[in-house]
């Protein structure tokens, strides 16, 4: 049976320390210092950078931008050192998850998509369904 792996948080922060990251390129030495002394400027420039983002928010530009979650996704230390072939990559917690929406799988080298072209649930790529076949899945997958 295959094993699901979580990856919310890691792939929250992530994203929240990209804007970071993004927000202090834009500025340098005594011009960063200017900004943070400058408190209703910091103010709006932190929001129209993102530079404090929630995690609804967070998950927010996730769901926007499912192409730049997969290429995180290959990059996360957790990924890299749990997940097996056939796993899957859970970006979103069950509470939270409608049918296997920001659900990925590991196919042993990189992160890729469910196929959606042959069901509406998403469903492994055909290459892992021949490899493991169908019931690998039962339980961690929603119906495909």
């Known amino acids: 049976m295959a094993s699901s792996i979580l990856v919310e948080d890691e792939l929250h922060d992530f994203v929240?320390?990209?804007f970071i990251k993004k927000f202090?390129?834009?500025?340098?030495?005594?011009?960063?210092?200017?900004?943070?002394?400058?408190?209703p400027n910091f103010d709006q420039v932190s929001e129209e950078c993102r530079l404090f983002m929630t995690h609804d928010e967070a998950a927010a530009w996730c769901s926007k931008n499912p192409h730049k979650v997969l290429g995180i996704l290959?990059?996360?230390?957790?990924?890299?050192?749990?997940?097996s072939r056939g796993d899957l990559i859970e970006t979103i917690s069950d509470k939270n998850?409608?049918?296997?929406?920001?659900?990925?799988?590991?196919?042993?080298?990189?992160?890729?998509?469910?196929?959606y072209l042959?069901?509406?649930?998403?469903?492994?790529?055909?290459?892992?369904?021949?490899?493991?076949?169908?019931?690998?899945?039962?339980?961690?997958?929603?119906?495909?």
């Open 24 to 39: 202090l390129n834009k500025f340098q030495g005594a011009r960063l210092e200017q900004l943070f002394l400058d408190k």
């Open 97 to 115: 998850r409608y049918r296997n929406d920001g659900t990925f799988i590991y196919d042993g080298k990189k992160v890729v998509e469910l196929d």
């Open 74 to 83: 290959n990059h996360l230390d957790i990924v890299k050192l749990e997940a």
């Open 16 to 18: 929240k320390d990209y």
């Open 118 to 144: 042959h069901s509406d649930y998403g469903r492994p790529p055909k290459y892992l369904i021949q490899e493991f076949g169908d019931d690998y899945w039962d339980g961690v997958l929603s119906y495909f």
